[in-house]
């Protein structure tokens, strides 16, 4: 039995009496373990079969596949054994314990490995004693076919390219555009393995001889919310910088590179900033908000792009796409903006699950990369092979096997060319996935046989995994700190089995490995308290040899802290990098940084330091909250809500925050929640609390923002000019120097929403003069802050100051930069708002139909964020413009709901209008109410001279009077709407004015 085993490398782990236990991979894995597990099961059973005995000898064998640990000796000589851990070894005998005599069964997992390798009779699904939910398994009858696929990595050098010849000339056609100044774009997409970067490389081998300039961008898994991360590569690379550069140096390489483009200055100082290069006196000092160095740096960038292609045509590459961060993302959707104008052809690779959101544009062209033939798959094994020797039938089971994957046909020939003998290289061929594995398991199989064979590299190819998918030579030596020779050595192995590429040359090269999964593969051999102590270690050589990145990427060492388990540590440097990042406008990177910082403290025992930590990132989140998730949202509140219930413990213990405004900013939080869910009795309450809290305090800082919030409260009630009066109040404590940083910690400038609302004050109270300026000024001031949120946020108050002074063509050019910048950020609350501002255009330009779709969308899907607030503007627009389809019943359902929205919510500064809105309705209904008419339009005019809102009173008054006309009471009408329009001293140029007077001038006459 020992003997059958071992030929097929088995390793006897353990006698239990009659028993055996019995692994495969272990110590040294094999692609085909599945298929080594099978056979010398089968040849036992004939084995036992074939005994001559007095008795009749039977055999019962289970097999199963899974990932397991394996401990040390334990005992010794004959009695040696080793432990195991897992779940594999039980569901084994589980299985041997289910077979009938001479049976081998197989597991699920098992069967996934093998294809058509064995004839197997399924046995249907088990109720297995220790195992959870039924198992399907099956019995291994004898020997057959083996069909599959399988999945592996390049080798060292690139095999030439096969079966892509279109696919290669389309890009050769983009590029031969390109060249003539009209940018292309074209967008390959496929899955992992499919020859994505192949193609890209064959393009740039194509290129060679010709000038031009060729810009490589890299994303990584591990570098998902680090902003620019493959923008800083680049331009790293570009530089040529290396690790042990000084300063001078490396600045003086940047001027170097940055030279050939005469780069302004200044943005040479952004550049370096991006960077981490400190100034050393050689750049001026850009005195500028972080909004405003964000926007600088992405508008220095493309500068920088514009100047490259004035001397040689461009060629830019972003790879792996699929894992880039948001702000590079919005980076090359600018450039995939202006392109169209430019000497450039923009390559972005990435899989499936990827959504570029450029398609559709004229400039790009979406590649789907597919499967090769069988022809072409030929071709490409005829090219690995080169002069070695493949026997018919391997080579069929090849083509079989990989099913036209270039990286499964060119690793699966390499394996079969190192195996040692024909036998080998057969089972080697058919260890092969099923089609429903997504990563199979074979691949791992494979890969882990190259990773066991490389012998002490091993460790190296472990100690880089860790640090990521690209290293540093430097970084590498540091860490694994062997000596140079004997790592560079370990080094040379990787390379020459395909495992690494090598840019450069030490002590200043870099390493990537050459796919994710080799990373995920060597990282995987890790145990965990092994893994921890080497994250701990790539931690403290970051922290101390490596300050520059310890700094400037602080998200990179929070990762390795977070691994090896230093929780405050991780919870600090995430909190860190989250600041930043909220510092840069970088909202989804915000989120998930300090989510992680907050998982990292939840995870730690409590300390006042800790807890002051706590309440000061639980704060900071509740801004890039409000801008992605929604004002209203359940994440918005949960959060606002976690962080007011910390402060109030943390004062209940002695511990009350250091900083007084981290409260102000957590009831600001709860307002706008509120506002936003149209919540009047909370705002009110909320407002007061505020108000309270910033008198008490006197801060500047805070009674600007309680004036800020009281008036737009006061407002929302219908009281106008109470609301405004705060809003003049807190206008006048605004102070540049002190209050704009207060962006990032209230969500948007203070300055800028006081305008945005002063705007509509001073509409409603006659003043569109001055409605019309402070909206402009809001929007100018929002593009010098360059904080997209404070921008969205000036966009969209301005469109409905737009809308209702009757400036159209503002309004639709604010509501489409709007909805470009809500889509750019992902913000769930102002994308709806682009929509319903859309359909109110399509309403007013008699597109009833189109208004009706657009509005019910946007209804619909900014409901689901939890919010209301501006609903009866909206509500009662779709209500008109179903009217005006003859579709009655709908119009009077959505002015009902409007109705509500107003008496419910107490959001009363657009009463007027519902109701003015309704009398319309009510006279182009199939059967004109006049009197139902009238009745809605003296409310209004009430409501109206109420609240002091002119504008309305005036709309009312016209509407009225243009009824009054019709009846034949045209004296009744002008008497009326002459006191209203004589009160007005501005906007005379704006719509409602204009057909004001046309009206009294029509009755005039």
Known sequence: MVVCLRSFDGFVAKFMGDGVLVYFGYPQAHEDDAERAVRAGLELVAAVSALKASVSLQIRVGIATGLVVVGDLVGSGEAQERGIVGETPNLAARLQGVAEPNMVVIAEGTRKLLGDLFELENLGAKDLKGIAGPVRVWSALRAGSAEGRFEAFHGTGLTDLVGREEELELLLRRWSAAKTGEGQVVLISGEAGIGKSRLTAALLKRLAAEPHTRLRYFCSPQHTDSALYPIIGQMERAAGLAHDDKLQTRLDKLDAVLAQTSTPIADVALFAEMLSLPNDGRYPTLELTPQQRRQKTLDALISQLEALTRQNPALMIFEDAHWTDPTSLEVFGRVVDVIATLRVLLIVTFRPEFDPPWIGQPHVTALTINRLTQRDVGAMIDRVVGNKLLTASIRRDIIERTDGVPLFVEEM??????????????????????PDVAVPASLHASLMARLDRI????????????????????????????????????????????????RGVPPHATYLFKHALVQDAAYGTLLREPR????????????????????????ILAHHCTEAGLIEKAAGLWGKAGQRSLERSALVEAIEQLTRALGQIAASPATPALRREHIKLQVAIITPLLHVKGYASPETKVAAERARLLIEEAEALGEPPEDSLLLFAVLYGLWTSSYVASNGDIMSELAAQFLALAEKQGRPAALLTAHRILGITSMC???????????????ALYDYAEHRPLAARFGVDARVS?????????????????ALADADVAIKDARAIGQAATLIYALGHATITYFQCGNYAKAIAAADELGVLADEKGSLHWKPHGMMNQGWLAAVAGKPSDA???????????????????????LSQLARAHAELDQFDDAWRWMGEAFRAVEINKERWWKAEVHRMAGEIALISPEPDAAKAEIYFERALAIAREQQAKSWELRAATSMARLWRDQGKPQQARDLLAPIYAWFTEGFDTLDLKQAKALFDEMAS
């Open 413 to 434: 020939t390499k394996a079969v060319l190192e195996a040692e003998s024909e036998g080998a290289a057969r089972r080697m061929v058919a260890a092969v996935p099923s």
């Open 455 to 502: 012998g002490p590299a091993k460790e190296v190819a472990e100690i880089g995994a860790a640090i990521g998918r690209e290293f540093s030579h430097a970084l590498l030596a540091s860490v694994a700190g062997r000596p140079e020779a004997e790592l560079e050595s370990a080094i040379a192995r990787l390379i020459q089995a395909g495992l690494l590429f090598r």
């Open 532 to 555: 921890r102590a080497l994250h701990a270690r790539i931690a403290e050589t970051l922290e101390s040899q490596f300050a520059e990145i310890a700094e400037s990427r602080p998200e």
């Open 717 to 731: 009630a219908g009281d106008i000019e109470r609301g405004r009066a705060h809003l003049d109040k807190g206008i």
């Open 754 to 770: 006081i305008l945005s609302y002063r705007s509509w004050a001073s509409w409603f109270l006659g003043y569109p003069g001055a």
């Open 852 to 874: 009706v779709r657009m509005l019910t969308s946007g209804i619909a899907a900014y409901r689901s964020r939890g919010a209301a607030v501006w609903m009866p503007l909206y």
